[in-house]
C-alpha cells in the first residue's frame, strides 16, 4: 500500500509539473462538447440566392418573394445577365440561382405550363440536394397559391403551372466522394505533419541534445527552417501521393490547373510544418505535443474548414472563428480547383490568407526560439 500510495503521489506531481497535460484531460471533454454541439450541423438555411429575372412582371416578383419568405433563401444578387449567373457561382457570392424565363407571366396568363430553371453550387453534394428539395417545395406552393386565383376571369385548370428545371454545377451526378477527397488534402495534410514535426523536437528536449542547439551558433530561423525542410519533403510528398489516388483510384474529375495545386499545396505544407513547430516549442513530453497537435491542428480541419459540414450552417460567431485555421482557406482551394477549374483571379484571397498565416506563425516560432537561446 505505501509503494501503491508512492506511485499516486509522484505521478500526481508530475500531471501537476505539466500543466498541458492536466488542462487537456480537464478542458478536452468541455471542449469537445461545445465545438461538436455547435458545429455540427445539418440543418441549412440563410441560403444565398441570386435571381435573373428576365420577366420582371408581378409574377415573377411573387415567386421571388416566395422563396425569400420560406425562411431558407436571402437574395443577394439581382443578376442582369447569364454571364453574371456564372460570375455568382464561380465565385461561391451565391449557392443557387433562379433563372425565370422572359414569358413567364404570359404564358401563365395564358393557361399554359412555364418553366424556371434552378441553378445550383454542387460542390456539397448533400447540401446540393436539400437546396433543391428546398426550392422544389417552393415553386410547388407557389403554383398551388396560382391554382387558387381566378386569372383572366377563368380558373387555372393546370396541375402544376410552374415547373422547375433544377440544374447542378461543378458535380453533377451530386458524388460525395467528389467533394468528399478533395476536402481531405486539407484535413491529413493537418493531422500528420503537425505530429511529426513536432515530435522531432520533443524527443531533443527529452534525450537533452536540444541544449547543444542551444548553445550552438545557429541562428534560431536557420535551425527551424533546417526543421521545415525535411518535413516538408515529406508532407509533400504525402500531398503528391493523395492527389494521384484521388484522381486515379476515385476518379475525382479535376478541372483546373495542377500546378497551381502543386504551387498552393506548397504553401499549405510550410504551413502545417510550421504549426507543429510551434506546438514543440511550448511542450515538454510527446504525449503533450501528440495530444496538443490534435487539438489545434487535426480537430479543427475537421469542424471548422468545411470539410464535412457547411461552414454557413454553423452559427455566426463560429463563422468567424473558421478563419483562425488554415485548413479552411486550402479546403477552399482545393474544391474550387478540383470542381470548378477556378483560377487565381478567384482564389487569390485564400491564397494570400495562407500566404500570412504562414509567414506570422514561422516568425512567432522563430521568437520563441531565440527567447530560449537567450
Same mark, same amino acid.
Given at each position: 500500500? !505505501? ?23 480537464? &478542458? ?26 428576365? @420577366?420582371?412582371?408581378?409574377?415573377? $416578383?411573387?415567386? /421571388? ?12 444578387? @439581382? ?24 414569358? +413567364?407571366?404570359?404564358?401563365?396568363? *395564358?393557361?399554359? %405550363? ?16 436539400? /437546396?433543391?428539395?428546398? *426550392? ?7 403554383? %398551388? ?53 513536432a515530435l522531432s523536437i520533443v524527443r531533443e528536449k527529452e534525450r537533452g541534445t536540444i541544449e547543444q542547439i542551444y548553445v550552438s551558433p545557429i541562428r534560431p530561423f536557420v535551425f527551424i527552417l533546417g526543421k521545415i525542410i525535411p518535413y516538408g519533403a515529406i508532407a509533400f510528398g504525402e500531398m503528391l501521393l493523395i492527389l494521384a489516388t484521388g ?35 511550448? $511542450?515538454? $513530453? ?17 469542424? &471548422? ?24 482557406? &486550402? ?37 520563441? +526560439?531565440?527567447? !530560449?537561446?537567450?
Amino acid at each position: 500500500m !505505501k509503494i501503491l500510495l508512492a506511485l499516486i503521489k509522484k505521478e500526481t506531481k508530475e500531471i501537476i509539473r505539466d500543466p498541458v497535460t492536466l488542462g487537456t484531460a480537464v &478542458f478536452l471533454p468541455l471542449v469537445l462538447l461545445f465545438l461538436f454541439g455547435y458545429a455540427i450541423s445539418l440543418d441549412i438555411d440563410e441560403i444565398q440566392m441570386a435571381v435573373y429575372d428576365q @420577366d420582371k412582371s408581378q409574377d415573377s $416578383t411573387g415567386l /421571388i418573394d416566395a422563396f425569400t419568405k420560406s425562411g431558407y433563401f436571402e437574395l443577394n444578387y @439581382d443578376l442582369g445577365s447569364a454571364e453574371d449567373a456564372d460570375r455568382v457561382l464561380d465565385r461561391g457570392q451565391s449557392t443557387i440561382v433562379v433563372v425565370i424565363p422572359p414569358d +413567364f407571366s404570359k404564358q401563365i396568363l *395564358a393557361g399554359r %405550363k412555364t418553366n424556371i430553371q434552378l441553378l445550383i453550387d454542387g460542390t456539397f453534394s448533400s447540401k446540393a440536394l436539400i /437546396i433543391s428539395n428546398y *426550392a422544389t417545395a417552393v415553386v410547388n406552393e407557389y403554383s %398551388k397559391q396560382l391554382m387558387e386565383l381566378n386569372l383572366a376571369g377563368r380558373e387555372l385548370v393546370l396541375d402544376t403551372p410552374v415547373k422547375v428545371v433544377p440544374r447542378v454545377w461543378y458535380n453533377p451526378p451530386m458524388s460525395s466522394v467528389n467533394y468528399i477527397v478533395p476536402g481531405l488534402f486539407a484535413v491529413l495534410l493537418m493531422a500528420f505533419p503537425p505530429i511529426l514535426t513536432a515530435l522531432s523536437i520533443v524527443r531533443e528536449k527529452e534525450r537533452g541534445t536540444i541544449e547543444q542547439i542551444y548553445v550552438s551558433p545557429i541562428r534560431p530561423f536557420v535551425f527551424i527552417l533546417g526543421k521545415i525542410i525535411p518535413y516538408g519533403a515529406i508532407a509533400f510528398g504525402e500531398m503528391l501521393l493523395i492527389l494521384a489516388t484521388g484522381t486515379l483510384w476515385f476518379g475525382i474529375p479535376f478541372e483546373g490547373s495542377v500546378f497551381l495545386l502543386i504551387a498552393i499545396s506548397l504553401i499549405y505544407v510550410l504551413c502545417t510544418v510550421s504549426i507543429g513547430l510551434f506546438v514543440s516549442t511550448i $511542450t515538454k $513530453t510527446q504525449l503533450a505535443a501528440v495530444l496538443l497537435s490534435l487539438i489545434i491542428a487535426l480537430m479543427p480541419s475537421f469542424l &471548422f474548414s468545411g470539410f464535412l459540414f457547411p461552414i454557413t450552417s454553423m452559427p455566426y460567431m463560429l463563422q468567424l472563428y473558421t478563419y483562425v485555421f488554415p485548413a479552411r482557406y &486550402f479546403n477552399d482551394i482545393s474544391r474550387d480547383i478540383f470542381l470548378k477549374g477556378a483560377g487565381i483571379e478567384y482564389l487569390w484571397s485564400n491564397i494570400l490568407l495562407l500566404i500570412i498565416y504562414t509567414i506570422v506563425l514561422f516568425y512567432i516560432t522563430s521568437l520563441r +526560439f531565440k527567447k !530560449k537561446i537567450a
